[in-house]
């Protein structure tokens, strides 16, 4: 039993300095993109930072521009939701080294990561096309944020009612509960890990997709804006007040787009 318990401890290291590793490399390929796109037109046009695909209205963007947009969403999506993923990682690689003594967890677990971060690719996916059609619409500034005070204000409030719907609630409920989802959902090997990863990430963006699209409201890279969603992410998943805080906040959201949308309506 004492050699099982270490062999956790190992792993469970193991795994926070991967996960923690793989956080701080998308937040830093963030960070470059952002600085980047900060040098402004006068930069050249870098299509590594990504700041052609920040000036809607001056050209149509290619498959290429298009194909980077994607990178850049899927590359966000990691910094944001993996920190917040981590305790249901965490549990998976435990629970399978205590199933299998003599059998590695790490298979498993990065199966289980590989199929949660699969979902939120192919959100990332919508995402970069939705903002190409905000792009072709002429709806979006140069950093990327809503030039609209009614799509800045709909988002919002859309974003805000959510929080309170019963959807939301129970995404969020099995977000919140690592042993009850494992307990209902597990499956053995490495294709079950990563059906349940692929389970727990639909879950997760059942729970979460109405606030990334508030990234459209701030700016896509203003990482100050990226930032506060993660950490409202995170707090509702793993903080007893997690909930409340998530309803507080939609309350805040839905006044916020209400004095856009009434500023218009006075206009």
Known sequence: M????????RDRTVAVIALIAAAALAWASLIRMESGMDMGPGAGMDMRSGVSMAMPGMHAWSPTELLLLFLMWATMMVAMMLPSAAPMILLVATVNRRRRERASPAAPSAAFAAGYLLVWTAFSAAAALTQWGLHEAALLSPAMASTS????????????????LPAKAACLHHCRSPVGFLGTEWREGTTGALVMGLRHGLYCMGCCWALMLLLFVAGVMNLLWVAAIAALVLVEKVTRAGPWIGRVAGIVLVLWGARLLAAVALA
């Open 2 to 9: 004492a050699a099982l318990e270490t062999l956790v401890r």
């Open 149 to 164: 005070p009614v799509l800045g204000g709909l988002l919002l409030v859309v974003a805000g009612v959510y929080q309170w």
